[in-house]
Nanobody, 125 residues
């Protein structure tokens, strides 16, 4: 059974940092893109960052560039999202997901076939 499990969320203050982890079990994701999405209450789920499992190419939502960093550890079969200089508008449930599409194009939830359950991030001013 394939499983993606997020951890590392929490409640922090503006300017703080968090590191989200996505532990993958049941398979590896060569030739896939691994992405982080977020969904705030009443809003659509949107892509935040994506990484190519094979070569590590990364892409980011414009509003998180320079603050967030996505990475993967192929030996540990895990993906991470380092979030610095957090803002109240970063508050959301964060999900990791896997897509058979190339990272360059895997920007929509419909591109992804495996999802975790999500972890809450709350940023207070």
């Amino acid at each position: 059974q394939v499983r993606l499990e997020e951890s590392g969320g929490g409640s922090v203050q503006v300017g703080d940092s968090l590191r989200l982890s996505c532990e993958i079990s049941g398979r590896t994701f060569e030739n896939h893109a691994l992405g982080w999405f977020r969904q705030a209450p009443g809003e659509d789920r949107i892509y935040v960052a994506v990484i190519s499992w094979n070569d590590g190419d990364t892409y980011y939502l414009e509003s998180v560039k320079g603050r967030f960093t996505i990475s993967r550890d192929t030996a540990k079969n895990a993906v991470y999202l380092q979030m610095n200089k957090l803002k109240p508008e970063d508050t959301a449930v964060y999900f990791c997901a896997a897509s058979p599409f190339a990272a360059l194009v895997a920007k929509m939830p419909g591109h992804y076939t495996f999802w975790g359950q999500g972890t809450q991030v709350t940023v207070s001013s």
